[in-house]
């Protein structure tokens, strides 16, 4: 069982940065890839971004391309997004999930693949 808590949602304005960050602990997390999604307000959970296990390959949603970044210091065991530019639309409940299946192109955003989830971190940005 791996155990994932989030941490650094918070209210900031649009064109803001908040980073969050994703601790993982319990069963090894070694071999892990590592994905947030999120869930707006009466919408869908949808997929934000992922990354492997060794940090090299990472996928993002066409919306967050180029504002938000993935990355991973597994030493810490600890998973990171980095939010630039922060719109009033990214406002949601954020949500990293982990699975140890290999990290590919056509299932790095499919909730149904990733086992462990954390329980969310609030981010609300204003306008």
């Known amino acids: 069982q791996v155990q994932l808590v989030e941490s650094g949602g918070g209210l900031v304005q649009a064109g803001g940065s908040l980073r969050l960050s994703c601790a993982a602990s319990g069963r090894t997390f070694s071999g892990t890839s590592v994905a947030w999604f999120r869930q707006a307000p009466g919408k869908a959970r949808e997929s934000v971004a992922a990354i492997s296990w060794s940090g090299e390959t990472t996928y993002y949603r066409d919306s967050v391309k180029g504002r938000f970044t993935i990355s991973r210091d597994n030493a810490a065991n600890t998973v990171y997004l980095q939010m630039n530019s922060l719109k009033p639309e990214d406002t949601a409940v954020y949500y990293c999930?982990?699975?140890?299946?290999?990290?590919?192109?056509?299932?790095?955003?499919?909730?149904?693949?990733?086992?462990?989830w954390g329980q969310g971190t609030q981010v609300t940005v204003s306008s």
């Open positions: 999930a982990a699975r140890y299946a290999t990290l590919n192109s056509y299932s790095w955003d499919s909730q149904a693949t990733y086992v462990y």
